[in-house]
């Protein structure tokens, strides 16, 4: 089955250390997202990409970058990884312009000690 | 930008009893709303959704709303059972070229036997 991946699923890294986020996906939709999920504050746009030239911020852009290095992968770096950065973050892919499904990722638990 | 606002943040209610869930947007431009649900450990999947031009979907034991004058759209849950307990999120976007979701908050949603 055409899938959403994500890499690694589980992480504990040190506070300051620059961290990679990975997905990859096989559905062979043109848009991905990044949302970090924290209880309480539900799923939180990070930043989104509509084809491999466009990257956009999201609603909490700060401390985190990206990179759209094919239409399949899109990763998600943390430059200096600080604690309040410790959440479960998604990505999540959609077939292109128009209202349609979001296909979410597994998740990646990332813990900053 | 969207902003939504989602109620209750936790439900608990008796198998067989109905659930509702309640969320209202702020852009009077969105015109899409899914329904995410999220069990324990797993990743958000959509359960129904809806367009504005449509006032009220149903499938199966679950059903939406969707009032525009007055911004909320609604998840209804009849016949609760045990396996609908998770993390129910809303959502809502205004589609085209600028498609992204806006997330609620998240409702947790227990159905005791």
């Known amino acids: 089955d055409a899938d959403v991946t994500q890499t690694p699923r589980n992480r504990i890294t040190k506070t300051g250390k620059r961290i990679m986020l990975e997905c990859s996906q096989t559905?062979?939709?043109?848009?991905m997202y990044w949302y970090r999920q924290d209880p309480g504050l539900g799923l939180r746009l990070i930043y989104y990409?509509?084809?491999?030239?466009?990257?956009n911020k999201g609603e909490i852009s700060d401390g985190y970058s990206v990179s759209r290095q094919a239409q399949a992968k899109f990763s998600l770096s943390l430059e200096s990884a600080i604690p309040n950065q410790t959440a479960l973050y998604f990505c999540?892919?959609?077939?292109?312009?128009?209202?349609?499904?979001?296909?979410f990722g597994q998740g990646t638990r990332l813990t900053v000690v | 930008g969207e902003n939504v606002e989602q109620h209750p943040s936790t439900l608990s209610v008796q198998e067989g009893d109905s659930a509702v869930i309640k969320c209202t947007y702020s852009?009077?431009?969105?015109?899409?709303f899914p329904w995410y649900k999220q069990e324990l450990g797993k990743r958000p999947q959509l359960i129904i959704d809806?367009?504005?031009?449509?006032g009220e979907k149903k499938d199966q034991r679950i059903a939406v709303t969707l009032n525009k004058t007055a911004k909320h759209f609604s998840l209804h849950i009849t016949e609760t059972q045990p396996e609908d307990s998770a993390v129910y999120f809303c959502?809502?976007?205004?589609?085209?070229?600028?498609?992204?979701?806006?997330f609620g908050k998240g409702t947790l949603l227990t159905v005791n036997p």
């Open positions: 999540a892919t959609s077939l292109g312009a128009g209202n349609t499904e979001a296909f």
């Open positions: 559905k062979g939709h043109d848009r």
């Open positions: 990409s509509f084809d491999v030239k466009d990257i």
């Open positions: 852009d009077s431009a969105s015109n899409y």
């Open positions: 809806i367009r504005s031009n449509v």
């Open positions: 959502a809502a976007s205004t589609g085209g070229s600028n498609y992204k979701l806006t």
